[in-house]
């Protein structure tokens, strides 16, 4: 939605555009209800051949909140969620990286990460953890 501005501001009802795209992203409970009212809104400005539109609706699965809710995201937005994976693949891959190369530093990359959450869950599990109240446990 960072470039909602950049792909909508030449629309003569923008604000209004962009109201009511918030509106349905954030209002819509369900599948069914964000679709319905994603439909009313490109009937109502128009907006039915928008390229960049049509390419957030293709992709809705994996950013529009009613279709993410049922997946543990520890509290981080979408673009959290992808600068996270950006940062994840930075010290593995480059521009340069063959496809084989790729899968390879990916299987390490992956290696990697379950090491340091098995270590940091048997840090958890096994490390004492000093009461900070005077009241027994």
């Known amino acids: 939605m960072k470039k909602l501005h950049e792909k909508l501001k030449s629309y003569k009802h923008y604000e209004s555009i ?8 954030h209002d819509s409970l369900t599948n ?11 009937e109502k400005y128009e907006l039915q051949s928008n390229d960049w539109l049509r390419g957030l609706y293709d992709e809705r699965r994996r950013w529009v909140p009613s279709f993410v809710k ?15 994976m950006n940062a994840f693949f930075d010290d593995h891959v ?36 000093r009461c900070s109240t005077h009241y027994f446990m």
């Open 70 to 84: 049922g997946s543990f995201w520890a509290g981080m937005s979408t673009t959290q969620r992808s600068e996270s």
């Open 18 to 25: 962009k109201f009511a795209l918030k509106n349905i992203l």
């Open 32 to 42: 069914t209800e964000f679709e319905d009212r994603w439909k009313e809104m490109l």
């Open 94 to 129: 480059n521009s340069k990286t063959t496809l084989k190369q790729f899968v390879e530093q990916y299987e390490n990359a992956l290696m990697t990460k379950v090491e340091k959450e098995n270590q940091a869950d048997y840090m958890s599990s096994s490390a004492n953890i």
